[in-house]
């Protein structure tokens, strides 16, 4: 059974950075396509970003020059390290693989297979 788990949400000030993990188990990482999502109370899911099985990136464009993704295949393992966060940022934040077309790094959330649960970002003005 594949089992996302994120962690590294929290309460902090505008203008601070904070990393988000992804623990992945029950399937083999390295071979799929890994997003991060957002939801902010009362509003819809966005995409934040997402990084293919050979590295590549692909970032929403109002977070692509603050937030970072990388990944870790022998640790099944990835990362969001937000930087200059702005109260706006704040919402839950979810990890989800994609097992679909091993080319594809997808904005649209109905491609990816699995969802961890979430972590809280709470940024203060």
């Known amino acids: 059974q594949v089992q996302l788990v994120e962690s590294g949400g929290g309460l902090v000030q505008a203008g601070a950075s904070l990393r988000l993990s992804c623990a992945a188990s029950?399937?083999?990482?390295?071979?799929?396509?890994m997003g991060w999502f957002r939801q902010a109370t009362g509003k819809e899911r966005e995409f934040v970003g997402a990084?293919?099985?050979?590295?590549?990136?692909y970032y929403a464009d109002s977070m692509n020059d603050r937030f970072t993704i990388s990944r870790d295949d022998a640790k099944n393992t990835a990362s969001l390290q937000m930087n200059r966060l702005k109260p706006e940022d704040t919402a839950v934040y979810y990890c989800?693989?994609?097992?679909?077309?091993?080319?594809?790094?997808?904005?649209?959330?109905?491609?990816?297979?699995?969802w961890g649960q979430g972590t809280q970002v709470t940024v203060s003005s």
């Open positions: 029950g399937h083999t990482f390295k071979t799929s396509t």
């Open positions: 989800a693989i994609d097992r679909g077309d091993p080319s594809r790094i997808s904005y649209r959330p109905d491609h990816y297979d699995f």
């Open positions: 990084i293919g099985r050979n590295d590549g990136s």
